[in-house]
């Protein structure tokens, strides 16, 4: 069990829990979570972004962290869910282009021991 102890014996609503999308048997942070369009969906919802200071609070700093701004996020989520996926992609260099076939035939073969 952990316990933060500026926050002891605080327990999120379940009504957060849910809107937001999170889940009270998960341990630890990600911004992976960032990378799912439910959980931004989620995240960015009325209900969530507007009614649970808390849980938003938590991953507008993890966000911060990752250089995204999520009020902006948020809205583009709102506004064009594909196009916010795309952008966050971009900006945490998630989209960056694999390796080419090409150069993967000319690499060497590993040495077998």
Do not use: T, W
């Not at 809205?75 to 916010?84: G, L, M, N, T, V």
């Not at 952008?87 to 282009?97: D, N, R, T």
Request: hydrophobic fraction near 40%; charged fraction near 20%; charge should be negative.
């Amino acid at each position: 069990e952990v316990v933060v102890e500026r926050l002891a014996g605080y327990i999120e609503s379940d009504e957060c829990v849910s809107a937001c999308g999170v889940d009270r048997d998960f341990v630890g942070i990600s911004s992976d979570a960032f990378f799912s369009p439910e959980f931004a969906a989620n995240l960015c919802s009325p209900a969530c972004y507007q009614n649970c200071p808390n849980i938003v609070d938590l991953y507008f700093n993890l966000a911060a962290a990752e250089g995204v701004y999520l009020p902006a996020l948020c809205e583009k989520q709102r506004s064009s869910p594909h196009r916010a996926m795309l952008e966050l992609l971009s900006s945490s260099g998630g989209g960056a282009p694999g390796p080419i076939a090409d150069d993967l035939a000319e690499a060497p073969a590993p040495a077998m021991f």
